[in-house]
Each structure stands twice: as structure tokens, then as C-alpha cells.
């Protein structure tokens, strides 16, 4: 069962006999030597086993995985491949498995490191499989280099755990100090009424009260979005509408509003983003109206003024504001959550004031 390449016996068996009118393979006519061509040349790497461990079989993918020749692996145990730390369990885990037919771990796609013939581990995901061959019982292992994704999973726990961190540190280092001098000019304005220092101090407190809010949003957020549904989408309009809109802001929705398939609480989070923008920008009596693209998606736009000339470049960049108030935060974070679910979203100035689209929405 040692590897061999292609041979020209094999290539040959594969010819125009095998193939209809169509051009696809007739049922029945693959070979033998077809397929073992498929397993040695596969992208996985193939290792198979007797019951003392010993590598009966290894195809040319072991190279890319393992850095060893097939010849190299034939014949040797298969902790060769395997971190020292990992062994003896092996030799109890498949004795295990000989004697009684229990598995101690699932058999698919499960995740493991090996060793490298330069020392260095490789993450792999392995489906095992047992089939008797000879009149032996033979394990063989599928496995598929993994490392690259593993590598980025630990790199985004390493950030998010850091983001963790820093919005402790905003929340609690930067809020409590803030909170208590708002209290301390509270007092102060209840002893000097109509003092404008004191008014304009206070303003200033709230924004930035406003400016931690949205920096806690992104920090705990990030790029990721929960588990997502079916959300109807004017209700979630109306529930964001509620928290972000003054009395005298007006909000118009297409009679023909669909669901989207979202994390709800984050779509919500987009809305209320988008609704306070327009707020700040237009003034408490905006009207902002939400409905359908004719080629799927949604968008949001207001009747203002639109957006000033070259402010389109820079509108979903960290700080960026057009407005003495605002926090330039709220349109970063709707760029965000828009790329969680795999949205695009673009900014232009529409037919009545500044516009938001949607695109690669899925509606239902």
C-alpha cells in the first residue's frame, strides 16, 4: 500500500470510451486505477494505519502537509506526525478502540495538530475512517491543512480580547470622572441659573458622554454579528425610530417594506446610527423616509440638504463629521455592522437630501 505517482496505464484508462455524447462520465466505467490516480494526487493528505499504528499508506499530499516524502512515512509509527504531547493518548485511545469499539473522540472533521518534519505544527482538520483490507483492519486519516484559519481565529480572539480590555478601561477610567463632574455642574447650575458658561460646559459633558458611547459600540462590537434571523424590517425601522428621533422628526416607510435576514440587534444599532445622522444634520424636524431598491436591498434618506461637496470621500472614516455636535462615530459604525452581514452600503445625495443604499441584502 506504499504511494505511487500517476502511472501511464492509469491516464491512458481514462479516454474518450468513458465519456456520452454529452461529454459526462457513463455511469460504471471509472477503473480501479482512476481512482487511485484521484486519492494520490488529492488536495488532503491521506494516511493509513494497521492496528499497531504502524503507516501502511501515505499519498503525495503528505509532502505539502508533512514536509516527508510518502517513503519516507511508509513503514514508520504514526507519531512521527505527531506532537509528543499527544502520543500516549493515541496508543490508549486506538487500543481502546481495538478491544472494546468505543471511540473516545468524533471521528469527523476533527480539529488536531501534527508535527512537521521541521518541528513546527500543523492545525488540521481529520475525518477517519476504518476498512478492512487483506483480511485486516485498516484506519485511514483525511486530513486538510488548517493552520491559515486557525492562525486568523486566534488573531481575532487576540483583538477582541485587547478591544475587551480597552473598553474597560473607557468605560469605567473615563465614564465615572465624567459623570461626576456632570453632577458637580448640575449643582452649580441650580446656584447660578442662566449662567452661559455653565450651560455650555454641560453641552460639552454630553458629548462627551456621547463620543464614549460610540467608541464602546465599536470597541465591543467589532466586525462581528451574532446569530441572525428573519427581521421584518419596518419593525425594527419603527423600535429604532423611538430611541433616536425627536418629537418633531417625521419618519415615512414604503407600504411594501420586507424582512431581511439580520442579526436584529445590530440592525436596530444601524437604524438608530443612521436616524441620529440625519438628526444632527438636518435638524429636529427632519423627515427621513426608508424603503425598498428595485434591485434588492434597502435605503434611508432625508430631506436636508445632502452632503457637501467632497465629504463623500471620508464619510465612513473614524472622527469624520460635518457637524459641531456629533461624535463622528455613528456612520463608522454603520459601515461595520452593513460589512458584518456581508452588505455594501454607499452614500450619495439623493432627490431629496442625503441617501444611504443597502445592496447584497438578502430580503425575504
Do not use: C
Not at 184 to 195: G, K, P, R
Not at 330 to 335: A, H, K, N, Q, R
Amino acid at each position: 500500500m506504499s504511494s505511487s505517482g500517476p502511472s501511464s496505464d492509469a491516464e491512458e484508462s481514462v479516454d474518450s470510451t468513458m465519456f456520452d455524447e454529452s461529454g459526462n462520465v457513463e455511469p460504471g466505467v471509472l477503473d480501479k486505477d482512476f481512482f487511485e490516480v484521484l486519492v494520490e494526487n488529492g488536495s488532503d493528505a491521506i494516511v493509513s494505519i494497521d492496528e499497531h499504528s504502524q503507516i501502511l499508506f501515505a499519498n503525495r499530499s503528505v509532502e505539502r502537509v508533512f514536509g516527508y516524502e510518502p517513503d519516507e512515512l511508509v513503514g514508520e509509527p504514526l507519531t512521527k506526525i505527531m506532537p509528543e504531547r499527544f502520543r500516549e493518548a493515541h496508543h490508549e485511545a486506538i487500543a481502546k478502540y481495538i478491544s472494546t469499539g468505543e471511540r473516545t473522540l468524533d471521528w469527523q472533521h476533527i480539529e488536531l495538530p501534527a508535527e512537521h518534519k521541521d518541528g513546527h505544527e500543523v492545525q488540521l482538520s481529520i475525518t477517519f475512517e476504518e476498512h478492512p483490507y487483506d483480511g485486516e483492519r485498516v484506519f485511514s486519516g483525511i486530513m486538510r491543512d488548517i493552520t491559515e484559519r486557525v492562525e486568523r481565529e486566534s488573531e481575532l480572539q487576540r483583538q477582541n480580547e485587547r478591544l475587551e480590555r480597552f473598553a474597560s478601561i473607557v468605560s469605567h477610567d473615563l465614564r465615572d470622572p465624567l459623570q461626576t463632574a456632570k453632577a458637580d455642574v448640575a449643582i452649580l447650575e441650580s446656584q447660578y441659573e442662566d449662567e452661559p458658561l455653565l450651560a455650555e460646559l454641560d453641552d460639552t459633558l454630553d458629548r462627551m458622554d456621547d463620543l464614549i458611547e460610540d467608541v464602546l459600540t465599536l470597541a465591543k462590537q467589532g466586525k462581528s454579528i451574532g446569530d441572525t434571523a428573519r427581521v421584518p424590517l419596518e419593525r425594527v425601522v419603527e423600535d429604532a425610530w423611538r430611541t433616536a428621533a425627536t418629537d418633531a422628526a417625521t419618519l415615512e416607510t414604503a407600504d411594501d417594506l420586507l424582512a431581511v435576514k439580520a442579526d436584529r440587534e445590530r440592525l436596530e444599532t444601524l437604524f438608530q446610527n443612521l436616524f441620529r445622522n440625519a438628526v444632527e444634520h438636518v435638524g429636529d424636524d427632519v423627515t427621513v423616509r426608508v424603503g425598498l431598491l428595485s434591485g434588492g436591498g434597502f435605503y434611508v434618506e432625508d430631506d436636508g440638504p445632502g452632503f457637501p461637496a467632497g465629504a463623500l470621500g471620508g464619510l465612513f472614516e473614524y472622527g469624520f463629521t460635518t457637524s459641531d455636535s456629533g461624535t463622528g462615530f455613528g456612520l463608522s459604525i454603520v459601515e461595520q455592522i452593513a460589512d458584518a452581514h456581508g452588505w455594501t452600503v454607499e452614500a450619495m445625495n439623493g432627490e431629496r437630501g442625503a441617501r444611504f443604499e443597502f445592496h447584497d441584502v438578502v430580503m425575504s
